[in-house]
T-cell receptor, first 118, second 111 residues
Framework: DAGVIQSPRHEVTEMGQEVTLRCKPI?????LFWYRQTMMRGLELLIY????????DSGMPEDRFSAKMPNASFSTLKIQPSEPRDSAVYFC????????????????FGNGTRLTVT | ELKVEQNPLFLSMQEGKNYTIYCNYS?????LYWYRQDPGKSLESLFV?????AVKQEGRLMASLDTKARLSTLHITAAVHDLSATYFC???????????FGEGTQLTVNP
């Protein structure tokens, strides 16, 4: 099991540029989450998908942020245009629902993408 | 809105000592998770607590859940340097997904 795979690990870009973060969840997991971590705000849920369908995107800060999950093995988080305040570590995580339907497995996090917008 | 608060946020302790990290949450839930994060690394799942009175132990760490008090504790026994990390609790309100994380407790164990 390779775990959740994110790319790139580091991204440095200039303000106004488009940034695309990528995530491959663990095979068989039906939930995928995008989190952002900053010193000031801690870990924030941006959006999550169930079976490739966006369920809750209320954490997406602005229209500049968008996320897609075209298939069960791939998701992207795009920021266009990027701004310095978007600088953060972005984590992708996946989990699987159990037979009980009331409990998910713990989230399995990727190694994150450290984004710096100058 | 669900709020999850951890106490303390920073903890410096000596090797061999015991201490407890507290996690309070504002809305009824019976699913709570503990994670560990090393500096510059990802988050690693430690414990999943699914019912009132649940207790889980792994090595020098023991987690418990009191759903009536909306409180979880992470107890550290005879701390060692390798336990230095940031510990997060997270609460799940809905049927499996939307975790809300606490602020994290940065633990430093000194020799």
């Amino acid at each position: 099991d390779a775990g959740v795979i994110q790319s790139p690990r580091h991204e440095v870009t200039e303000m106004g540029q488009e940034v695309t973060l990528r995530c491959k969840p663990i095979s068989g997991h039906d939930y995928l989450f995008w989190y952002r971590q900053t010193m000031m705000r801690g870990l924030e849920l941006l959006i999550y998908f169930n079976n490739n369908v966006p369920i809750d995107d209320s954490g997406m800060p602005e229209d500049r942020f968008s996320a897609k999950m075209p298939n069960a093995s791939f998701s992207t988080l795009k920021i266009q245009p990027s701004e310095p305040r978007d600088s953060a570590v972005y984590f992708c995580a996946s989990s699987t629902s159990s037979d009980s339907q009331f409990y998910n497995s713990p989230l399995h996090f990727g190694n994150g993408t450290r984004l710096t917008v100058t | 809105e669900l709020k999850v608060e951890q106490n303390p946020l920073f903890l410096s302790m000596q090797e061999g000592k015991n201490y407890t990290i507290y996690c309070n949450y504002s809305t009824t839930s019976d699913r709570l998770y503990w994670y560990r994060q090393d500096p510059g690394k990802s988050l690693e799942s430690l414990f999943v607590l699914l019912s009132n009175g649940a207790v889980k132990q792994e090595g020098r760490l023991m987690a418990s859940l009191d759903t009536k008090a909306r409180l979880s504790t992470l107890h550290i026994t005879a701390a060692v340097h390798d336990l230095s990390a940031t510990y997060f609790c997270a609460v799940d309100l809905t049927s499996g997904s939307r975790l809300t994380f606490g602020e994290g407790t940065q633990l430093t164990v000194n020799p």
